[in-house]
């Protein structure tokens, strides 16, 4: 299938590794031309430089979505190859170990800056363009615990749940001038960072050694789904590239879930 985004440009925020290198891996082998992003050019210029070695288009863009500066950075360079960006990737973002009785305020605040509100600065300064143009895509990437939240990480499922709200309001401001906006909530991913997770759990437990048998564990007992493993980071690049796509602008407003089917731990 032809997803017709030769020549798009689209910036994939946090992409200089994880889920959103491959995001931006994926949007840039449909022909895309890339802005990827990191804390430093140097992150992201890696991930650059391998899209090109591929035969991609990308460029780099550096700096702190967290803060109204950093983020007006991030977009000047986004801007600054075309004076266009015509996708929006609101993958950055953060995790973090949490409570509801220890979690401080400030962690609460911080957490909100990083998943929710760069996701705002971003949109602010990105979607005249698009307007004026006639034609945008704005993909967040969030979590199942948006809408499913565990008691853990209260603070880290709040902004997410935030995120998801927002891009509802959002789609609706946008009625009619073609641009969408949809929210894609993966389930656990098996990024680098995950899968040594796992791993040290496994062997603090006794899963063993083996992937595959470590993975079906979390499948079973952590994050029970019906595929009867986690998501792979291409998997979720290949969804936001349809998303991003004019094949889907039909698709706006939309949380879609992409977690294998994920079923609750019942007993």
Known sequence: MDLQLDGKFALVTGS????????????AAEGAVVVV?????????????????AGGRAHVAAGDLATDAGAAEVAA????????????VNNYGTAARGSWLETANAEWIAIYEKNALSAVRLVRALVPGMQARGWGRIIQVGTIGSTR?????????????ALANMTVSLAQELAGTGITVNIVSPGLIRTREVEATYRRRAAREGWGEDWSAIEARIARDVMPNLVGRIA???????????????????????????????VPIVG
């Open 77 to 88: 360079a986004a801007l600054a190859p075309a004076g266009a960006v015509d996708i929006l």
């Open 149 to 161: 939240p565990g008691a853990v990480m209260p603070h880290y499922y709040a902004s997410k749940g």
């Open 16 to 27: 200089s590794r994880g889920t959103g290198e491959a995001i931006a891996k994926g949007l």
């Open 37 to 53: 992003h990191g804390p430093t050019a140097a992150d992201a210029e890696a991930v650059a430089e391998a899209i090109r070695a």
């Open 232 to 262: 792979r980071t291409e998997e979720i690049a290949d969804l936001v590239a349809f998303i991003a796509s004019p094949r889907a602008a039909y698709i706006t407003g939309c949380n879609i879930r992409i977690d294998g089917g994920a």
